[in-house]
């Protein structure tokens, strides 16, 4: 799914919290895997972002006059200061086309949770505890038990993130969502959008600043495609004859309720580091852009991953039906790694009991290297960086 990145610019001078003080700027170049061509993604039909990125520069930066801001263009969340002992992040993100899924499949429960963890594990990146959410769902027709269901599992999705959600919106709009403006449109479509908000304080602030070579990078399992990659994921099965309802060997199941599988919720395994007194030098919430998101953090490092969980057997069948190289694949999902977590080696093996304990699926996957800007991803035999402000992943 494509996806504008949080924008901020230059912090005020006298920001409280000295980790300020070590954020590069400009920070690295970032932009989403959208943006990235000619590719399959583009096929797809999701195209480059640049124009909207400008605009957003050039009439949202000056809305930040006045305001202490602790991150940087790039950053997973937005983070404000409000005193020396307090700030609030913020961040905002949908479920993309995962919906069109959700609709063909008449199955609603769970695309809340895709909503909730998109929003709250970037707000985890930054070194926040989600506090709260808020969600606005636009419908073409309004339809009460297909509503419920999307609530129902948004409410679910929040108790296990450990968050309140207060209010949010919802819209009609029929001429907009699912319809050209023309035509009746799709009654069963809807977008579902969230806003997050945590807290934490200035001084521990974490944006990779305090990675350093040898570190452990753990790798988090992800519960499938969760919530990107979904139009090329969409169009690729499609286009090899695959339907929602069909009977998929290699999945052990229907096709669709693979792809609905909820994007994994990884707040109490990073909340249980922290309860521990385990320092996390770097977090990386694994979205578009794959592994790539590590070079986000801000650190003059490289990461070399040397090991992988298997990843979920639907992006074996996305390769397949689409043809899809695997540096592409590598770049637009997440291919078995939702989260990323960067420990001093001396904390790993502690690390691994706490997410385990925690009820996820955690292993050692690399070492922090001294390549600057560089993933290197030994069991796929590439290497990925960002260049001129685009992800790209090529043969090691």
Request: contains cysteine; proline residues 6%; negative net charge.
């Amino acid at each position: 799914m494509s996806r504008l990145p949080c924008l901020l610019r230059r912090p005020p001078a006298g920001v409280a919290g000295p980790q300020t003080t070590r954020i590069r700027w400009p920070p690295k170049p970032w932009v989403s895997v959208a943006a990235v061509g000619p590719s399959r993604y583009e096929d797809a039909g999701v195209g480059g972002q640049r124009g909207a990125l400008a605009a957003v520069t050039r009439h949202l930066g000056p809305t930040l006059d006045g305001v202490k801001m602790l991150t940087g263009f790039g950053d997973y969340a937005s983070v404000l200061a409000l005193s020396d002992e307090l700030a609030v992040a913020i961040s905002t993100d949908g479920v993309g086309t995962k919906t069109i899924v959700a609709g063909a499949m008449n199955r609603y429960d769970t695309i809340g949770f895709d909503c909730v963890a998109m929003n709250v594990n970037d707000v985890l990146c930054v070194g926040a505890r989600p506090l709260a959410m808020v969600d606005y769902l636009g419908v073409h027709t309004l339809d009460a038990g297909r509503a419920g269901a999307i609530l129902e599992g948004l409410g679910a999705a929040a108790r296990e993130a450990g968050v309140a959600v207060p209010g949010g919106e919802l819209a009609q709009l029929p001429e907009i969502i699912g319809s050209d403006g023309g035509s009746p449109g799709d009654p069963g479509a809807f977008d579902l959008v969230g806003t997050c908000i945590g807290t934490l304080r200035p001084d521990d602030l974490t944006l990779g600043a305090g990675v350093r070579p040898g570190d452990a990078i753990v790798g988090i399992a992800s519960s499938g495609i969760h919530s990107n990659g979904l139009t090329l994921a969409r169009k690729s099965l499609a286009g090899a004859g695959y339907g929602y309802g069909d009977k998929v060997p290699l999945l052990g199941g229907l096709l669709g309720e693979a792809l609905l599988e909820p994007t994994a919720i990884y707040v109490r395994a990073i909340t249980a580091l922290w309860d521990a007194g385990i320092e996390t030098r770097g977090l990386a919430h694994i979205t578009s852009d794959g592994l790539c998101n590590l070079c986000r953090l801000h650190a003059e490092v490289g990461y070399i991953i040397e090991r992988l969980p298997p990843a979920p057997p639907i992006f074996e069948l996305i390769r397949a039906a689409g043809g899809i190289d695997v540096t592409e694949m590598y770049r637009v999902f997440n291919m078995g790694v939702g989260f990323v977590v960067i420990v001093d080696r001396a904390h790993l093996t502690d690390a691994l009991v706490c997410m385990t304990a925690a009820g996820h699926v955690a292993m050692d996957i690399g070492t922090v290297g001294d390549e600057d800007g560089v993933v290197r991803i030994e069991p796929a035999g590439i290497a990925g960086r960002f260049e001129g402000g685009e992800s790209r992943f090529e043969t090691a």
